[in-house]
């Protein structure tokens, strides 16, 4: 009796929870939609803890309160991080409004003013406000209407930085140099999804840009409007330690650590013929007046010249040490190269035959010996009144010598520069013949994320420029043939073309 009381009581009771749930159908149905657009909101708000959570999971023997404050100083980092992303997008704007960006005061949530939109050939020029933050916004860039000889300014103003010798020593301000001042950022690339480790432009091209990457991938890109993507060259397994152009940008001959020489026909964007080594090739060049010599240089301690025709090796040189880089004087009758110890060699080089045979030998006085990472050759400079070579290491020592070619590529160190020693192989590159001032500028990358300009003749505060906008370590540096755009790449594979403020 008392299961059939409780069963008939269960029925009515469950009998006036269905009259009561038609009663009020209405009223649930609109509850319903309430609580779905609710459910779409907390979808689309990333939940710090969820990620807390992921990085920091709790194990049997953990310790609770560790786990607890870890948990908490992730979840604030987490949404810090997603709300500066909400706030800044890199491809929006220019480099002036990144850079104003970066330098924002703490408060700035509390004295943000809106501002006009713009693109990355307008360099991020906003238009003043009348709040008092607004030079924050204010594009700093050279009118290409100013009059370097009277100094008179029109409308805009740029300054520039100086600093101690290392890079990174806090600038402070000086003097413009007008010849390096930059309006902002012509275009970004940012699809390789590894560290970019070389990039140039084309031989006498000022459009025609090419970089490698090390998951052993080569693109090719044009920075003419608009900025796109032509093709990427696919083959090397691992890191593409170099590549270069030929005469006539044909073709491209690249070096990688995986042991193998590649040639690329860009036309058809396909290799057209792969070279195996014993050791990872390093550096490569083509010759600049017969184009049928591909030099390399490997871990072997090697230069070998090769037939680019056939692939056949032609000549072997061996040298004390692996050489690292590489390059060739205007003639083709010199070759300058620097190994793994910091030795720089003179190598003479005949044009016909491809023999090689050592000139000259420059040791630094360094105890450390590091590798070089950058060796460039300039058939004339203000400052040495005739052809010099830059060079590189990698714990930070930039080098500027004179090369006398009637004794064989012989080399008289003229001045030197000591930066912070590097971990990655940074390089380095000449600035375009713009100042008359009696001065030698060089362009370099930093592990602090800048792209900095050095006057390798001042003996205090060297640096007179630097360009901000990479997240990582800058790797490498390009200039075009026509000097008005400056490309650098980064560890993380973005790569971001610099416009240089035009002159009068």
Known sequence: MAEGTIANNSSKEGGATETENSENCVDISST???????????????????????????????????????????????????????????????????????????NWENLQVPSHSSTPGNSGRWISTPSPLSHLYE???????????SGNLTSNHRTSFSSSISDSDRPRRRGVEHAYSFVGMHCIFDQCKAAVTVLKFGHMSSDLLAYGASDGTLTVCTVSDPPSVMMQLKGHSKDVTDFDFSSNNQ??????????????????????????????????????????????????????????????????????????????????????????????????????????????????????????????????????GGPVLLTCTQDGSLSFFSVALEVQGYLTLRCSLKLSPRIHSIRASFCPLLSLDKGEYIVA?????????????????????KLQGHRFPVIGVAWNHGENLLASSDLYGVVIVWKRAKIS
């Open 32 to 106: 319903e939609k309430e609580t779905k657009k609710i459910t779409v909101k907390k979808a689309n708000v990333k939940d710090p803890e969820i990620f807390s959570c992921l990085l920091q999971p709790a194990s049997s023997d953990s310790d609770p309160d560790y786990i607890g404050i870890r948990r908490f100083l992730l979840a604030r980092k987490a949404e810090s991080g997603f709300h500066r992303r909400l706030d800044w997008r890199c491809n929006g704007k220019g480099y002036v409004a990144y850079r104003n960006y970066i330098r924002r005061p703490r």
């Open 139 to 149: 594009a700093e860039s050279w009118n290409s209407s100013r009059d370097l000889r």
């Open 251 to 384: 073709y491209i001959a690249s070096s990688s650590m995986d042991k193998t020489v590649r040639v690329w026909e860009l036309s058809k964007g396909l290799c057209i013929r792969v070279i195996y080594g014993v050791s990872s090739q390093l550096c490569i060049r083509f010759h600049p007046v017969n184009n049928n010599f591909l030099s390399v240089g490997n871990a072997n301690k090697e230069i070998t010249v090769f037939n680019f025709s056939t692939g056949r090796i032609i000549i072997k040189s061996v040298f004390d040490s692996e050489v690292t880089s590489m390059d060739h004087d205007h003639t083709g009758q010199l070759i300058f190269c620097g190994d793994e110890q910091g030795c720089i060699y003179s190598v003479r080089m005949d044009s016909h035959t491809g023999a090689l045979s050592r000139s000259h030998r420059y040791r630094s006085n360094s105890k450390q010996k590091c590798p070089v990472t950058t060796v460039q050759y300039r058939s004339f400079s203000l400052l040495a």
């Open 445 to 465: 990358g930093s592990e602090d994320s800048n792209v900095y300009f050095y006057d390798l003749t001042r003996p205090r505060h060297t640096c007179v420029n």
